[in-house]
C-alpha cells in the first residue's frame, strides 16, 4: 500500500528548510563511498553525521512542535526524496517526538522500513519508533505478532528488534519466542537481529540469555549464538 502525504503547512517549511540546507553540504566524493559502504542501497548527498545533525537543527530552529499528522507528512516526504540523508533526517524527527505519536503511526512505520530497506533505517525504526509505540500502547504487541511471520525480512526483523531498547521491561516470552520462530531463516539480516536481540537483553538478565540459548543451541544459527553470548 502506497501512503500519501498529507497537507502540513510545518513540513512545507521543514522540506523547504532542509533540501536547501543539506545541498548546499553535499559533498560528491563522500556520497560515492557511501555509496559503496551501503552497498548502493541508495544516493547519498555525502554529509557526515555531526555535520547533518547541526544542519537539522538549523533546519527546525524556531519552528513548532509538530502534531502527527505533520509527523506523517515530513516522513513520507522525506522518504519520496532520493538521497538517504533525508530519511536519516526523518528518523532523527520522529525519535525526537514519538511521544506525539499515536498507535495509528504503526502503519507508516511499516511503510518507512519495507520502503527501500537497508539496517541504517530499519534498526533505529524498530529500536525507537515501533518499539516506542509498542511501549506506550501495549495491545499493539498483537502487530508484532504478525510482523515477526511477515515474508519481508526488514518487517520481521523490525519485529525481533523493537523491544531492544525495554530492558527490565522486556517481553521474555515474546523475545524468546520471536527467536524461536524465526531461528531457521536463512537470511544473515535475521540471524544477525536474532543474536542482537538477545545480547541487548543479556545485559539485563545474562542468567535467561544463557539459559535460553543453552536450551535453544540446537534451533539456532551459529552467529545468532555467538552474537547472543558475545559478552557473556
Not at 500519501?4 to 553540504?25: F, G, H, K, M, N
Request: proline share 7%; hydrophobic share 45%.
Amino acid at each position: 500500500m502506497t501512503l500519501a502525504p498529507p497537507p502540513s503547512a510545518l513540513a512545507d517549511t521543514v522540506l523547504e528548510r532542509l533540501t536547501v540546507e543539506y545541498a548546499t553540504a553535499a559533498d560528491p566524493v563522500r556520497a560515492e563511498r557511501s555509496v559503496a559502504y551501503m552497498k548502493g542501497v541508495a544516493p547519498f548527498l555525502g554529509i557526515p553525521t555531526p555535520e547533518r545533525r547541526a544542519l537539522s537543527r538549523r533546519v527546525v530552529a524556531s519552528l513548532p512542535r509538530p502534531d502527527e499528522r505533520d509527523c506523517v507528512a515530513i516522513a513520507l516526504r522525506c522518504w519520496e526524496l532520493p538521497e538517504r540523508e533525508y530519511r536519516y533526517f526523518a528518523v532523527d524527527y520522529l525519535r525526537r517526538h514519538v511521544g506525539r505519536l499515536s498507535s495509528g503511526f504503526l502503519p507508516v512505520v511499516r511503510h518507512l522500513v519495507a520502503t527501500d530497506p537497508w539496517w541504517d533505517t530499519v534498526d533505529l525504526l524498530a529500536a525507537h519508533l515501533a518499539g516506542g509505540l509498542v511501549a506506550a500502547d501495549r495491545p499493539l504487541v498483537k502487530e508484532m505478532d504478525i510482523w515477526i511471520e511477515d515474508e519481508n525480512l526488514w518487517i520481521a526483523r523490525t519485529a525481533l528488534l523493537h523491544q531492544l531498547a525495554y530492558k527490565e521491561a522486556t517481553d521474555t516470552g515474546r523475545l524468546f519466542g520471536y527467536c524461536l520462530r524465526q531461528s531457521g531463516h536463512p537470511d544473515f539480516f535475521i540471524r544477525k537481529a536474532i543474536g542482537w536481540c538477545l545480547r541487548e537483553y543479556a545485559k539485563t538478565d545474562p542468567a535467561a540469555v544463557q539459559d535460553f540459548v543453552a536450551g535453544a543451541r540446537d534451533r539456532l544459527s551459529p552467529l545468532s549464538v555467538r552474537e547472543a553470548l558475545k559478552h557473556l
